[in-house]
């Protein structure tokens, strides 16, 4: 079984590791080390949207995801049957002119976002637009409704830090540039309110 020790690299590059091992690897099983958690949800969400099983074992400061490839293939299919809709939000405002006004927006999109019967299945959150995922948003309460009705929330890692607002995300995951970055490739409509 190969090993690739990632520990110290920032993202996305353990996500590129495992990319590059997971197409050049001849055996099916495969051991990734981290030592970030975001770095470890990141590889995680990844591997297992390539069709490949994972477990993660955490020892100290490291985690290990054993990977298997090619187990969840049906759920792989399914998934890439459903049009692909990603919202694209890049401020905690809505609009240009006046913050008052646009934070009401932000509020009544993300709202009527809910209320509609067609949703989106991804919500992407960059530069300020952060903020909306965090402790003391808001709107929380829609956000974790929206991802209850099944809509992925990416909150970017790197907004995140720049923010100080790391630890203060309440709904959704951590994301990183490889997984935004694929997320507006492989959308079949891109939404940027």
Known sequence: MS???CRGKACPQPILMAKQALETLIEDELTLIVDDSSSCDNVE???????????VEGRG????????????????????KE?????????HLLGVGDDALGSILMRSFLKTLLDLEAKPSRL?????GVQLASEGSEVLDTLRALSEEGIEIFSCGTCLDFYGLKEKVRVGVISNMYDIAQS??????????
Request: with cysteine.
């Open 83 to 91: 049009e692909k809709v990603v919202v694209y939000i890049n401020s």
């Open 184 to 193: 507006l490739l492989e959308a079949d409509r891109l939404i940027r309110p």
């Open 3 to 5: 090993e690739i020790d």
């Open 45 to 55: 969400r990844f591997v297992r949207s390539q069709g490949c099983s994972v477990e």
């Open 61 to 80: 400061q490291d985690f290990y995801l054993h990977i298997q490839k090619g187990r969840h293939k049906e759920g792989l299919k399914l998934r890439q």
């Open 124 to 128: 992407i959150l960059i530069n300020s």
